[in-house]
Nanobody, 124 residues
């Protein structure tokens, strides 16, 4: 069973930074796309960034472009989301997800494998 474990969330002041990690186990990464998503109560899950594990193609939502960077460490089987210039509107639960996609997508509906999430709170 594919498993993903997110970590790195926490409380940060506006303007601060956090780096989230998504550790994957028991996953064949040959054609895997991984995405980071944010869920806020009462709102739809929002796609923030995604990466193709092989090749490194990336995509970002307009809301985080220029502030967030997605990357992967193939030896550590980990995908990161570096978040800078955080704003209160970035508060939410952050999930990583993966699926066998030729090109990664920001649409959560195309991903079948999800982690449990990690909470990010941006507040002074």
């Amino acid at each position: 069973q594919r498993q993903f474990v997110e970590s790195g969330g926490g409380l940060v002041q506006p303007g601060g930074s956090l780096r989230l990690s998504c550790l994957a186990s028991d996953v064949s990464f040959d054609y895997v796309a991984i995405g980071w998503f944010r869920q806020v109560p009462g709102k739809e899950r929002e796609g923030l960034a995604c990466i193709n594990y092989v090749g490194g193609y990336t995509d970002y939502s307009d809301s985080v472009k220029g502030r967030f960077t997605i990357s992967r460490d193939m030896e550590k089987r980990t995908v990161y989301l570096q978040m800078n210039a955080l704003e209160p509107g970035d508060t939410g639960r952050y999930y990583c997800a993966a699926d066998a996609l030729v090109r990664c997508s920001l649409h959560p509906g195309v991903y079948d494998y999800w982690g449990q999430g990690t909470q990010v709170t941006v507040d002074s």
